[in-house]
């Protein structure tokens, strides 16, 4: 079982940026796809992007592609993503987790708590 835990979230205003990191442990974390996900209130958690163990590939929803970028340290066992450009329309809480493959947007092991972007228009 692996353990996820989000940080890196606040509150920025419009056009600002952040960097949300995800320390993983308990698993193979450097053979392991990672994913991010957000979840605003009253909607459904919806996928963010993801990167393959080797960081050869990632994949992005088309909402933040151009403005978001993952990436991550094997050596530390964490994941981050980049987020600039902000939009009030990214205020979520933000997950990571564990993915089948970067084309699979499914979290195979239990949530973290996440953590929460809020941006001020």
């Known amino acids: 079982q692996v353990q996820l835990v989000e940080s890196g979230g606040g509150l920025v205003q419009a056009g600002g940026s952040l960097r949300l990191s995800c320390a993983a442990s308990g698993r193979t974390f450097s053979t392991s796809a990672m994913g991010w996900f957000r979840q605003a209130p009253g909607k459904e958690r919806e996928f963010v992007a993801s990167?393959?163990?080797?960081?050869?590939?990632?994949y992005y929803a088309d909402s933040v592609k151009g403005r978001f970028t993952i990436y991550r340290d094997n050596a530390k066992n964490t994941v981050y993503l980049q987020m600039n450009s902000l939009k009030a329309e990214d205020t979520a809480a933000y997950y990571c987790n564990v993915v089948p493959n970067i084309g699979t947007p499914r979290g195979l092991e239990a949530w973290g708590q996440g953590t929460l972007v809020t941006v001020s228009s």
């Open positions: 990167i393959k163990w080797s960081s050869t590939i990632t």
